[in-house]
């Protein structure tokens, strides 16, 4: 597997002008060779399939990393990177400028001299990233069920009214550690009423309350892969005015969910969510984005936002998230994690959305 995505690297180094890529980035580099250390890089290029790391991952680099590469243990990567190039003339070597610090690149530009030109390559890795081989759909829809399964015994079948937020969190996390997996993807949200309007709110060590909102986001990281999922439950009788806010929000959920498939734009996905809230009344209190990409990031590639100007691909991961924040009253917020089919998408994740109401 490893192979074919170096070889579609290398693709992407030849269409770029570049006779080399440097991936030193950590995720990257997992992606593209399997390595899961925490120092380490490598080489593409015609002819050259090198993976750098220090002595400290001999037998890791061993296990992980196939004999398609050919292994340097060595205690300076960029020395060792750059001397790979000792005798190299007139080429170009394409580097990751979105991760690379100035101070690394300095060393490596002294280091490589003029006989090399370092080229900004940023983003060629994530771009590929972004459309998943089906092993790793599985592996992200097992993260997905995971943290469902951890939602339900904590929150619909453990009841949150009169806990505080962050001991909910805190039990969220212990239940997906305890079926596997590695730890969360982020640190997990749950905010109810007010606090909910914050849609990256932190858990508090504040009783959630009866009879309001409760937004609750999540994820497992499983197997390298990261999981996403939010569901706001009501925790008793709500205000008519929460209840529409919620029925608001599914249906910018569903209606956008239902025009997944590859084709589209991620701004134009985007959109059918936002008109169905601006129209709504509410276009001022949606202030991010529809979805992203999740993979071995829990944020990346491609995004369903204004920004989005990427045509949706077979393989991509996204989530789609509406939300509406109303400041110090609630916030609402769903979201489904699905991958991209030719003609739909395939929801990983399995909790049901209509307004569910827990103790
Ligand atoms: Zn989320
Ligand atoms: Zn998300």
Not at 3 to 22: I, K, N, W, Y
Not at 277 to 299: N, Y
Not at 336 to 341: F, G, K, M, N
Request: hydrophobic content about 45%; aromatic content about 4%.
């Amino acid at each position: 597997m490893s192979a074919s995505r170096a070889e579609r690297l290398q693709e992407q180094v030849t269409e770029r002008g570049l006779d080399a890529l440097l991936v030193t980035e950590l995720v990257n580099l997992r992606w593209l060779t399997g390595f899961t250390g925490s120092n380490g890089a490598a080489i593409v290029g015609p002819g050259r399939r090198i993976f750098l790391t220090d002595f400290r991952y001999l037998t890791q680099a061993a296990d992980e990393v196939g004999d398609a590469w050919e292994h340097r243990i060595i205690p300076d990567l960029l020395a060792a990177a750059a001397e790979e190039f000792a005798s190299a003339a007139g080429l170009r070597l394409g580097f990751d400028d979105l991760h690379v610090t100035v101070a690394q690149h300095r060393r490596l530009a002294e280091k490589l001299e003029d006989r090399v030109e370092l080229v900004g390559a940023g983003g060629v890795i994530e771009g590929l990233r972004a459309v998943k081989d089906p092993e790793e759909i599985d592996r992200i829809r097992a993260a997905a069920e995971l943290a469902d399964d951890a939602f339900r015994e904590v929150v619909l079948e453990g009841g949150i009214v009169g806990r505080t937020e962050r001991d909910v969190a805190l039990d969220l996390e212990v239940a997906m550690r305890r079926r596997g997996a590695e730890g969360v993807s982020f640190p997990p949200i749950i905010a109810a009423g007010a606090h909910g309007a914050l849609p990256h709110a932190s858990p508090r060590d504040v009783p959630i309350p009866a009879d309001t909102l409760v937004v609750v986001d999540w994820g497992a990281q499983l197997d390298g892969y990261a999981s996403d999922c939010t569901r706001t439950v009501a925790t008793g009788e709500l205000d008519p005015q929460d209840a529409e806010v919620y029925a608001l929000v599914l249906r910018a959920q569903e209606t956008a969910l239902a025009a997944i498939q590859a084709g589209p734009t991620g701004r134009e996905i985007d959109a059918i969510a936002r008109t169905i809230i601006d129209d709504a009344g509410h276009a001022e209190h949606f202030g991010h984005g529809l979805g992203h990409g999740v993979g071995l990031a829990v944020h990346e590639g491609p995004r369903l936002s204004k920004l989005g100007e990427t045509a949706l691909a077979a393989g991509n991961v996204v989530t789609v998230e509406p939300g509406v924040y109303l400041p110090g009253r609630i916030g609402v917020r769903i979201e489904d994690l699905v991958a991209v089919t030719a003609d739909g998408a395939d929801v990983l994740n399995g909790l049901p959305k209509a307004l569910t109401r827990v103790a």
